[in-house]
C-alpha cells in the first residue's frame, strides 16, 4: 500500500507500519499526480447544493422519460411497418401452426431452427404451408412403410376394387360388370 508521507513523496507502507523503499528505476510524479487528481474530485462532490442536486434529478428524470418514450414509439413503428407489410403481402402474415409428425420423427427443421412434435408455434404464413407440406409427407411415408392404405391407394387399384384413373372406369369383381364414370350415379 503506498501513502502520502506529507511532503508529496508516496511512501510504501506494509499492513503493519513498517516503510518499505520505491522501486527503483520508477517515478514517483504520477503516482502523486494521480492520488491529488482523485482527492479532488472527492471534495468537488460538495460543490453543488441540494436545490442543484434536485435540479440534477429531475432532469435526469426528464431524460429517462423522453428515451423511454421514444423507444416506444419506435416500438409501435416497427409493429406498424410489419402490419403494413403483411397488409400488401399476405404471405408475411403470422399464422398458428401445431406440428403433428408420426412416430418416427420428433421436429422439422427449417431454416436451421427445429419445430419440434407436439409444439405450438407463429410463423409466416409461407413458412406455414412449407411445414404443413414436410407434415403431410411424413405421414404419407408413415402410412407406406406401416402397410396402411393411402387415400389415392383406392384411385390406382389395378384389381378393379376401386376407380380406375387410365380408364375412369370400375368393375365389380362378383359380377364382372364394367361402369364407366358416365354412368355412375351422382349424389
Known amino acids: 500500500m503506498w501513502i502520502d508521507d506529507g511532503t508529496g513523496k508516496l511512501v510504501r507502507v506494509t499492513k503493519n507500519g513498517k516503510k518499505l523503499g520505491w522501486p527503483k528505476g520508477k517515478s514517483r510524479k504520477p503516482q502523486v499526480e494521480a492520488l491529488r ?6 471534495e468537488s462532490a460538495d460543490i453543488l447544493s441540494n436545490e442543484e442536486k ?11 422519460l423522453k428515451t423511454r418514450k421514444e423507444k416506444a ?8 411497418v410489419k402490419a ?22 420428433y421436429l422439422i427443421k427449417i431454416d436451421g431452427r427445429d419445430y419440434y412434435h407436439g409444439c405450438h408455434y407463429r410463423v409466416p404464413a409461407r413458412q406455414s ?6 407434415q403431410a409427407r411424413a405421414w404419407e411415408h408413415d402410412w407406406e412403410i406401416n402397410g396402411r392404405r393411402r387415400r389415392n391407394d383406392m384411385v390406382r387399384d389395378p384389381f378393379g376394387r376401386g376407380m380406375n384413373q387410365q380408364r ?5 369383381m362378383s359380377t364382372g360388370q364394367v361402369t364407366n ?4 350415379r351422382r349424389i
Open 73 to 80: 414509439i419506435d416500438e409501435y413503428f416497427q409493429a406498424s
Open 168 to 172: 375412369m372406369t370400375q368393375m365389380t
Open 54 to 64: 434536485a435540479e440534477a434529478r429531475a432532469r435526469a428524470r426528464e431524460h429517462v
Open 181 to 184: 364414370t358416365d354412368t355412375l
Open 84 to 105: 403494413e407489410e403483411t397488409a400488401i403481402s399476405p404471405s408475411e402474415r403470422l399464422v398458428d401452426f401445431t406440428v403433428d409428425l408420426p412416430e418416427f420423427t
Open 37 to 42: 487528481e482523485i482527492e479532488k474530485r472527492i
Open 129 to 134: 404451408d412449407s411445414m404443413r407440406d414436410i
